[in-house]
């Protein structure tokens, strides 16, 4: 029992934001289906505003344990009842377990890192560390190194953090020291590189070369997706042993299991999951699609948030909604930003936000519906992503819309509105794919798109339009 409703089975969850990439909830239940559990695994997004409701609700509806990712790792701590020195010292918790309606905050991520590459390691003695990043994650990694007596060195965008975890490092009788993110002495001196940013996660290159370091130093980026980042790459090109962050995933996981159950976690299982996951991945449409993004354009309601998020997540790929960002960094809605400043600064907001998503990789982008007016917009959003047009008949989409009043540009006679949608039919129509959404709900809108996919991508191929294939041929690190 963990105090709250009343459950059948033992829930446990994963609650985080963004969320939908995590492989938490699949290579859990792998275990409970290899021990046959009765239990189920969850994943929550929880924006920092629903942070407290989150862990209180998960405690009443009596969730026996969750893990804490992103960006929740340290502002979890407040609602928790009690912590184990291993978060204490992390100063971060990504496990917490529901001890009959107390809330145990711990830290899993430090001791998973040391059980991943241990097996690389002959011996710890005499060895030196460099850590890149000073955040939730490098702290657990650099405090389970110190205890192990490894020398560490802290390079960190921000001085002031990296000095801090040496600080916090040097108070626990470790030695450590910070050094300038740039290239220097500590490239020839590591034994250990550690890339603990989350930079690589959308494809791009670490902003510091590896050259200089010694052959055969061992480097682990605790990136797993995707499977080899730039920085793993570069390693690998340069003679060193790397290893990408799944082993160190899988080994967290197994420790929160621990600290959950009281008993060992079916590592096997587990990792077996994880590894089919990988080999799905680079056997999916994902893998050979040719294109790094996926946009999808058209008129107002023809479902392209809804159809953008259903998508993503049968790719396993991230959604980026172009309205949604402008909200977020305007802190205004589409509506307030068209009534205070425009149709005009609104289209220069949504080219703004085209070049600030600069090089994103494996998303499904939404746009408003007028993004691609603008030939600028067309011209960035063709750079790198396939083009999908929704298409549905006008008087689909004011069945749709129902209540006009919330969009800016549906208010008005019809003739307006007939005329708009109209002239926009031309630019829809520069699109690699159309699909008319008409006769079709999210999931038909969705599966057309898959089974269209590899077609458009061959076709592509042959007529040269595109780039070659993604190059996703990274290696999972073995446990
Ligand atoms: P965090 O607490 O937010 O820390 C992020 C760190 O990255 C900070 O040191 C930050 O530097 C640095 N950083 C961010 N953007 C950067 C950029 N553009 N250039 C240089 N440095 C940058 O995050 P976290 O919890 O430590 O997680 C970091 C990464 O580790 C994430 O990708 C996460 O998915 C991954 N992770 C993997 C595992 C696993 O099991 N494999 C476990 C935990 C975390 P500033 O101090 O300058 O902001």
């Known amino acids: 029992m963990s105090?709250?409703?009343?459950?059948?089975?033992?829930?446990?969850?994963?609650?985080?934001?963004?969320?939908?990439?995590?492989?938490?909830?699949?290579?859990?239940?792998?275990?409970?289906?290899?021990?046959?559990?009765?239990?189920?695994?969850?994943?929550?997004?929880?924006?920092?505003?629903?942070?407290?409701?989150?862990?209180?609700?998960?405690?009443?509806?009596?969730?026996?344990?969750?893990?804490?990712?992103?960006?929740?790792?340290?502002?979890?701590?407040?609602?928790?009842?009690?912590?184990?020195?291993?978060a204490v010292a992390a100063g971060a918790v990504n496990t917490v377990k529901n001890a009959e309606g107390r809330l145990i905050g711990h830290n899993t991520d430090g001791e998973g890192f040391i059980r991943a590459i241990a097996e690389s390691v002959s011996s710890w003695q005499?060895?030196?560390?460099?850590?890149?990043?000073?955040?939730?994650?490098?702290?657990?990694?650099?405090?389970?190194?110190?205890?192990?007596?490894?020398?560490?060195?802290?390079?960190?965008?921000?001085?002031?953090?990296?000095?801090?975890?040496?600080?916090?490092?040097?108070?626990?009788?470790?030695?450590?020291?910070?050094?300038?993110?740039?290239?220097?002495?500590?490239?020839?001196?590591?034994?250990?590189?550690?890339?603990?940013?989350?930079?690589?996660?959308?494809?791009?290159?670490?902003?510091?070369?590896?050259?200089?370091?010694?052959?055969?130093?061992?480097?682990?980026?605790?990136?797993?997706?995707?499977?080899?980042?730039?920085?793993?790459?570069?390693?690998?090109?340069?003679?060193?042993?790397?290893?990408?962050?799944?082993?160190?995933?899988?080994?967290?996981?197994?420790?929160?299991?621990?600290?959950?159950?009281?008993?060992k976690a079916p590592l096997a299982a587990m990792w077996a999951a994880l590894v089919e996951e990988k080999e799905r991945m680079e056997t999916s449409v994902e893998g050979k699609f040719p294109r790094e993004n996926i946009a999808l354009i058209g008129f107002m309601a023809t479902g392209k948030s809804s159809v953008g998020r259903r998508?993503?997540?049968a790719l396993n790929w991230e959604f980026i909604d172009t309205d949604e960002e402008i909200e977020k960094v305007s802190?205004?809605?589409?509506?307030?930003?068209?009534?205070?400043?425009?149709?005009?600064?609104?289209?220069?907001?949504?080219?703004?936000?085209?070049?600030?998503?600069?090089?994103?990789?494996?998303?499904?982008?939404?746009?408003?519906?007028g993004m691609v007016v603008n030939e600028e917009n067309r011209r960035l959003l063709a750079e790198r992503a396939l083009i999908i047009s929704l298409y549905a008949p006008l008087d689909k989409i004011l069945e749709r819309v129902g209540d006009r009043a919330q969009r800016p540009l549906l208010r008005g006679p019809r003739e307006r509105l007939e005329a708009l949608w109209q002239a926009r039919q031309s630019v829809y129509g520069q699109a690699d794919m159309i699909v008319d959404t008409g006769e079709l709900d999210v999931d038909g809108v969705v599966r057309e798109i898959l089974k269209e996919l590899p077609k458009r991508a061959t076709d592509a191929r042959q007529q040269g339009q595109m780039e070659p294939g993604g190059e996703e041929d990274g290696q999972a690190a073995d446990p």
């Open 3 to 86: 105090g709250g409703a009343c459950l059948m089975e033992t829930y446990y969850a994963v609650i985080g934001d963004p969320i939908d990439h995590s492989l938490s909830p699949l290579m859990h239940t792998a275990g409970y289906r290899a021990l046959g559990l009765e239990a189920k695994y969850l994943r929550f997004r929880v924006s920092r505003d629903q942070l407290k409701d989150a862990a209180l609700g998960l405690r009443s509806l009596g969730f026996a344990g969750w893990n804490v990712t992103i960006p929740h790792k340290e502002a979890i701590i407040p609602y928790l009842d009690e912590l184990t020195p291993a």
């Open 126 to 263: 005499g060895k030196t560390a460099a850590i890149l990043g000073a955040g939730g994650a490098a702290r657990g990694i650099a405090l389970a190194l110190k205890e192990k007596g490894v020398r560490l060195i802290i390079l960190n965008r921000t001085p002031g953090k990296a000095e801090e975890l040496v600080r916090l490092l040097r108070a626990g009788g470790g030695e450590a020291c910070a050094e300038e993110l740039a290239a220097g002495a500590w490239l020839s001196e590591a034994d250990l590189v550690v890339q603990t940013t989350p930079v690589g996660l959308r494809g791009e290159p670490y902003p510091l070369s590896l050259q200089g370091i010694k052959k055969g130093t061992l480097v682990v980026d605790i990136i797993y997706k995707p499977w080899q980042t730039p920085f793993l790459r570069e390693a690998q090109d340069l003679g060193c042993r790397t290893m990408n962050g799944l082993a160190m995933f899988l080994h967290q996981g197994a420790l929160a299991w621990e600290f959950w159950r009281g008993e």
């Open 311 to 313: 998508l993503a997540s």
């Open 331 to 369: 802190g205004l809605s589409v509506a307030e930003m068209f009534q205070r400043h425009g149709e005009t600064r609104f289209r220069s907001e949504e080219t703004l936000v085209l070049r600030r998503l600069g090089r994103v990789r494996h998303c499904v982008i939404a746009t408003g519906g």
